[in-house]
């Protein structure tokens, strides 16, 4: 059983809203293969239609062969009205030889009136190499497509694009567990 909380003061210099803390946590339990897991989080504002919020649950079993993983987040996304979205993400990892992995994501999500214009699709692939126990290097190619009024992104995008625009994002890097 894993428990995770945070907490994020809000920076006067970085936003415009006043008063923008972030508290989020989870809780994970994992028997075996499986794992399922819960979370919250929620942005506060100077009004109530400026906070966001999000709850997600999600589960994943490794087969050995392949490892696949589904997440459900349902939440208040909008900063300028009180608006439910939803996404829907499912992922793959299969372990290559000599340390090799590779990593499929597909997402999809409905912005506020859940209607086709406010639809967006994102998918992302990458390699992972172990070279040291708890060392590994990353390389993964990210594509979103946005409809006309969607401003879906995908984790590592940065900033929130434009209604309707698809960003694209290569990133490489290296992670190591402690």
Do not use: C, W
Not at 46 to 52: H, N
Not at 88 to 115: F, I, W
Not at 118 to 141: D, H, I, M, Q, R
Request: neutral net charge.
């Amino acid at each position: 059983l894993q428990l995770q909380a945070g907490y994020s003061n809000n920076s006067a210099s970085a936003t415009t809203d006043a008063k923008s803390n972030i508290t989020s946590g989870s809780v994970t339990y994992s028997a075996g293969a499986a794992k399922l897991g819960v979370g919250y989080a929620t942005k506060k504002a100077a009004t109530s239609v400026g906070e966001t919020d999000a709850k997600s649950i999600g589960g994943s079993y490794d087969f050995g062969k392949v490892a696949v993983s589904a997440a459900y987040i349902y939440g208040d996304n909008s900063t300028t009205s009180t608006v439910k979205s939803t996404t829907n993400v499912y992922s793959v990892r299969v372990p290559l030889e000599n340390g090799l992995a590779a990593h499929a994501v597909y997402a999809m999500a409905k912005d506020g009136a859940q209607t086709t214009a406010n639809e967006g699709t994102g998918y992302t692939l990458g390699l992972t190499k172990t070279f040291a126990p708890g060392a590994s290097v990353y390389a993964a190619y990210t594509k979103v497509d946005n409809d006309a009024n969607s401003t879906m992104y995908m984790n590592g995008m940065g900033a929130v694009p434009s209604a309707g625009k698809d960003p694209i994002l290569t990133t490489v890097g290296i992670n190591y567990a402690f």
